[in-house]
C-alpha cells in the first residue's frame, strides 16, 4: 500500500529551466510534507517542507506547493542549476514517522 | 557541529548471521529512527527510540531490534538474516523539543549517510 507516489522516476531539464517533481499521497490525515534530496553514498538532505494548512511555502529557488483536494504536492526549482543534480523524495508526516515515495531522479543538463 | 553518524559504512553478512549497525545523533538531538531503504526504493520506516524505549514501529518483524542509550545514540540489530535484508540503512536523528527544527518550528528528521548491508 503505497500511500506517497512519485510516479516519474526520472527527469532531465535543461540548465537555467525549471524543474518541476510532482508527488501524490492518499492519507488526508498527514498534517506535513517534505522533500529531501539525496546525492550518491550520502543520506538525505532536508530541502522543504510545508504544513498542510499551508498551501505553498518558498525558500530561495525552491517552492513547494501543496493542494490538499487533490492530495498532491510539487517541488519547482527555478532556476535549476547542474549541482541540483540528485534523487528527490517526497515524504509525509502523520506525526513520528516519515513516509517516503520511491524517489525523481533530476538530472539537469547543462 | 557533527551531523548524524553511522558505523559501519559497508558490511557484508551471510544468511542467518546477526548484525548490529550504530547510529550517534546529531547533537541537540534525543530522538532516533530507523529507515531501511531497498535499491530503487524510497525509505521505509522500520522504528524510532525516544527516552531509551521504542516509541512507534513500522512493518519490519522482530527479527529487527534496537536500543537507546542515555547519551541518545542507538544500535539496530537484525538477526537471522535473509537476502532480503539486504539494503542502505539509515538513521534519523530529530528532537522533541519545539521549535528546534529549520522548518519554522517543525522538528524534521536529519539522515546520516548511512550502512549499506549486504547479505550473501
Known amino acids: 500500500d503505497q500511500q506517497v507516489k512519485q510516479n516519474s522516476p526520472s527527469l532531465s531539464v535543461q540548465e537555467g529551466r525549471i524543474s518541476i517533481l510532482n508527488c501524490d499521497y492518499t492519507n488526508s490525515m498527514f498534517d506535513y510534507f517534505l522533500w529531501y534530496k539525496k546525492y550518491p553514498a550520502e543520506g538525505p538532505t532536508f530541502l522543504i517542507s510545508?504544513?498542510?494548512?499551508?498551501d505553498k511555502n518558498e525558500d530561495g529557488r525552491f517552492t513547494v506547493f501543496l493542494n490538499k483536494s487533490a492530495k498532491h504536492l510539487s517541488l519547482h526549482i527555478v532556476p535549476s542549476q547542474p549541482g541540483d543534480s540528485a534523487v528527490y523524495f517526497c515524504?509525509?508526516?502523520?506525526?513520528?514517522?516519515?513516509?517516503f515515495g520511491t524517489g525523481t531522479r533530476l538530472k539537469v543538463l547543462a | 557541529d557533527a551531523g548524524v553518524t553511522q558505523s559501519p559504512t559497508h558490511l557484508i553478512k551471510t544468511r542467518g548471521q546477526q548484525v548490529t549497525l550504530r547510529c550517534s545523533p546529531k547533537?541537540?538531538?534525543?530522538?532516533v529512527s530507523w529507515y531501511q531503504q531497498a535499491l530503487g526504493q524510497g525509505p521505509q520506516f522500520i522504528f524510532q527510540?525516544?527516552?531509551?524505549?521504542?516509541?512507534q514501529r513500522g512493518n519490519f518483524p522482530d527479527r529487527f531490534s534496537g536500543h537507546q542509550f542515555p547519551n541518545y545514540s542507538s544500535e539496530l540489530n537484525v538477526n537471522a538474516l535473509l537476502l532480503g535484508d539486504s539494503a542502505l540503512y539509515l538513521c534519523?536523528?530529530?528532537?522533541?523539543?519545539f521549535g528546534t527544527g529549520t522548518s519554522g518550528g517543525y522538528n524534521e528528521q536529519f539522515f546520516g549517510p548511512g550502512t549499506r548491508l549486504t547479505v550473501l
Open positions: 510545508i504544513s498542510s494548512i499551508k
Open positions: 547533537s541537540g538531538h534525543d530522538t
Open positions: 527510540y525516544y527516552e531509551e524505549e521504542e516509541r
Open positions: 534519523a536523528s530529530s528532537s522533541q523539543v
Open positions: 515524504a509525509a508526516t502523520p506525526a513520528y514517522k516519515y513516509i
